[in-house]
């Protein structure tokens, strides 16, 4: 990195807008905070008197907590709001909701919602910082972050490594943001799953696209599946959950396939037998509950890095 | 009404073979004379040196939200935007708030537009309410002034329906619009499916939404042999389809808007909902293909699809938006960056614009024939301005073209011998 560096961005959308100085600074940044969640006081003034809310439109624990508990340990004020998404049709818009928060004075609002593009649209309106925390199935930015800070703690970079993320590659920000994160950071990524949740231009945007999991998985030094949402069977993209589990799920017998000390991750909630066995899941090389730990690092890194913290 | 000489303007009428500079005089609402010796009393001269003087230009694909959606636009504001944009006619969609499927609803659009600033012609609905699954009366609509007919905002997914309603519509002589979209492919879609829709996260509607319909069409054109209008073609595939059919003798006429020769997927750019629009903006092969199918002949008109939307529905999240922009004050400075870049002719634009419009509604107007209604539209190709929010006519704003700087637009409109618009 450039001893000139500086970490220049007001908001936090997409990977897409940062560089790989920015998001190896980001990464480094929560790794020297990873330390205040290990003492007994958890807690520094760094962000003492900072006000950010946690706009949530869609149910969501683990990320809503994850900020929440990143924003207290640097002493910021946290408020949290579960709005309905139905909003819109009671009368009040996004833009509406979002202003009324803004006259509020906060610092930033960190927002999770069904619309993708969302929080660009906020960018527009009001002058807090904004950070994305999963707009429909664009991107889910801290989510990528923390892991390919997993991935670089355990396997010491991140270049040159295959990575494989299998599932529902349609639907799945966590993969739309982790597939331009790991393939700016210089390793490969190769994605399966059904045809029916794979878009088009998928290698566009830097994946290798397998006709069989199998293919994705030789050899790969990380194997990441996705969440599949029980109602896709509904909307006739998978024949069933006990056909996606035999043909899509990653068992023991597909990870030989992968190197013997291959990471295995997963973005939670798991449906535990469907896309992942419980003995992978729980497994030696399974990194899933080190993910979660990271995330309050990452998180606590992009506040301080967009609230300008001292 | 006063007579008025448009004096030394290059006089451009397709059907009548005319381009020549000179003298048209407009005498008791009619085309009188080119070139007259002598002029009535009371005439008012304009000179038109370096101007262009046509035959009044038709918009055969507008929504005027009234009744309904007033806040968006009404007859009278619509009119006057038309007529701002060069104007002298327009046909308005049936997708109305109720729905345009009466008798008595297509009255009421003529009693409103008697006073309007540019002719308007209803086209009603093939189904009851819209709904797509009963024809509604058509046979009354056009006895009390009905052009066409369509769904147009929906398409008619029942084949059959859409079948029956080109037969019924063939008593009376008039064209069945398609508004050709296979909703299973399209719903929920907000853009064009493709790698940007992918990267963006947002559900894409695939070229083949459009292109299964318009074929379909087609063939039901074909069976039975009427006249079927495609309303806003936007692929490369539904060009070539167009093509081919016209060849075999299809008697089919098509359309397409200013936005899809001039724009792409990428003016969606960070969510602009102003460039969110169904059928959605496309890519670079198929901006190439309209051309092409303007170019020769596959295209027989452009039409704004003028759909106006107050910032209520526009100011939400991407895939919240409502479809649609205002077109009728850019569409002709759009079409002239075709002239100007050697894609089409003055000629050609006059028929994309006038001519073939009435055509393919069978409406009255596109020339300049001695004797017609005085309907004119008078085109200044060097005028440079920059296209402002604030100087928007039309009741709504959402335009993607808002601050582009444009070339050419209409200086003078008059509707039966009567000016609507000036700006010489």
Not at chain 1, 205 to 224: I, K, P, Q, Y
Not at chain 2, 6 to 28: A, C, F, S, T
Not at chain 2, 245 to 253: E, R, T, Y
């Given at each position: ?69 990143a ?14 998404t ?104 190769h ?47 998978i024949p ?57 690092a ?13 | ?37 002598s ?25 005027l ?79 009390a002034?009905?052009?066409a ?37 399209s ?21 083949a ?15 039975t ?31 397409t ?62 895939d919240?938006?409502a ?102």
């Open positions: 990195m450039d001893a000139e560096y500086r970490f220049n961005h007001k908001h936090i959308l997409s990977i897409d807008d940062f560089s790989t100085d920015d998001l190896s600074f980001i990464i480094q940044t929560a790794e020297s905070f990873k330390e205040i969640s290990t003492r007994s006081i958890k807690k520094v003034p760094t962000l003492r008197g900072k006000t950010i809310i946690n706009l949530f439109f869609e149910p969501s624990t683990r990320t809503r907590l994850s900020f929440e508990i924003a207290k340990r640097m002493s910021a004020d946290t408020f949290n709001i579960s709005a309905s139905s909003s819109a049709t009671k009368g009040e818009t996004l833009i509406d909701t979002v202003r009324n928060l803004e006259a509020m004075r906060p610092d930033a609002i960190i927002i999770r919602h069904s619309s993708s593009g969302s929080p660009h649209m906020l960018t527009r309106y009001i002058s807090s910082s904004v950070i994305n925390a999963g707009d429909g199935t664009h991107q889910h930015p801290s989510q990528a972050i923390l892991d390919m800070m997993t991935v670089k703690e355990k396997k010491g970079h991140l270049k040159g490594l295959k990575v494989a993320i299998i599932g529902d590659i349609t639907h799945s920000r966590v993969a739309h943001s982790n597939i331009v994160g790991f393939t700016k950071m210089g390793a490969d990524v994605v399966s799953g059904p045809r029916t949740m794979v878009p088009i231009g998928i290698e566009d945007m830097g994946a290798t696209l397998h006709r069989s999991v199998a293919d994705a998985v030789s050899g790969a030094d990380v194997v990441m599946g996705l969440r599949i949402q029980k109602e896709r069977q509904q909307d006739s993209l069933s959950l006990r056909e996606y589990a035999q043909v899509f799920g990653i068992n023991s017998t597909l990870m030989r396939l992968a190197k013997p000390d291959a990471l295995i991750m997963h973005p939670g909630p798991i449906n535990r037998g469907v896309e992942m066995t419980a003995e992978v899941a729980d497994s030696a090389q399974s990194v899933i509950l080190e993910q979660v730990t990271n995330g309050v990452v998180r606590m890194a992009l506040l301080y890095l967009v609230l300008g913290g001292e | 009404m006063q007579p008025i000489l448009l004096k030394n303007g290059r006089i451009i009428d397709p059907v009548n073979g005319i381009d020549m500079v000179g003298n048209l005089l407009l005498h008791l609402a009619k085309c009188a004379q080119i070139n007259p010796s002029l009535p009393e009371g005439t008012r001269e304009i000179d038109l040196t370096g101007k262009w003087v046509v035959p009044g230009l038709i918009d055969i694909h507008v929504h939200r009234e009744p309904g959606e007033e806040y968006k636009e009404t007859i009278e504001s619509g009119a006057q935007a038309a007529a701002a944009g060069g104007f002298t006619a327009v046909a308005c969609m049936p997708n109305t708030k109720p729905v345009l499927d009466s008798a008595q609803m297509i009255e009421a659009v003529l009693s409103k537009a008697q006073k309007a600033a540019c002719r308007v012609y209803p086209v009603g609905a093939i189904s009851s309410h819209g709904q797509g699954s009963t024809l509604a009366n058509m046979g009354e609509m056009f006895a002034g009905a052009v007919f369509t769904d147009d905002g929906l398409p008619v997914s029942d084949s059959q329906l859409m079948r029956r309603a080109m037969e019924y519509a063939g008593n009376y002589g008039v064209p069945i619009i398609s508004h050709s979209e296979e909703i299973g492919l719903r929920h879609g907000s853009m064009n499916e493709g790698p940007m829709s992918t990267r963006m996260g947002i559900i894409g509607i695939p070229h939404a459009e292109e299964i319909m318009v074929y379909r069409d087609l063939a039901l054109a074909e069976l042999g009427q006249h079927v209008h495609l309303a806003h073609i936007s692929t490369k595939e539904s060009v070539s389809l167009i093509r081919r059919a016209k060849a075999n003798g299809c008697p089919v006429s098509a359309e808007a200013p936005h899809y020769f001039s724009l792409t997927e990428k003016a969606v750019g960070k969510y602009d909902t102003y460039a969110k629009m169904n059928p959605p903006l496309r890519m670079d092969y198929d901006v190439e293909a309209i051309k092409e199918g303007l170019q020769d002949g596959t295209l027989d008109v452009i039409a704004s699809d003028h759909a106006p939307h107050s910032d209520l529905e526009k100011e939400l999240e991407f919240r938006a479809n649609g922009i205002i077109g009728l004050e850019t569409s002709l400075s759009l079409a002239l960056q075709l002239v100007r870049s050697n894609c089409i002719d003055e000629k050609k634009l006059v028929e994309l614009m006038s001519s073939n419009p009435a055509k393919a509604l069978g409406l009255p107007g596109g020339s300049l024939t001695v004797g017609n209604m005085a309907d004119v539209t008078v085109i200044d190709p060097l005028r440079q301005y920059t296209y402002q929010r604030d100087e928007v006519v039309s009741r709504s704003k959402n335009s993607p073209f808002l601050g582009w700087n444009l070339t050419g637009k209409a200086v003078l409109t008059i509707v039966g011998g009567k000016v609507t618009y000036e700006d010489l």
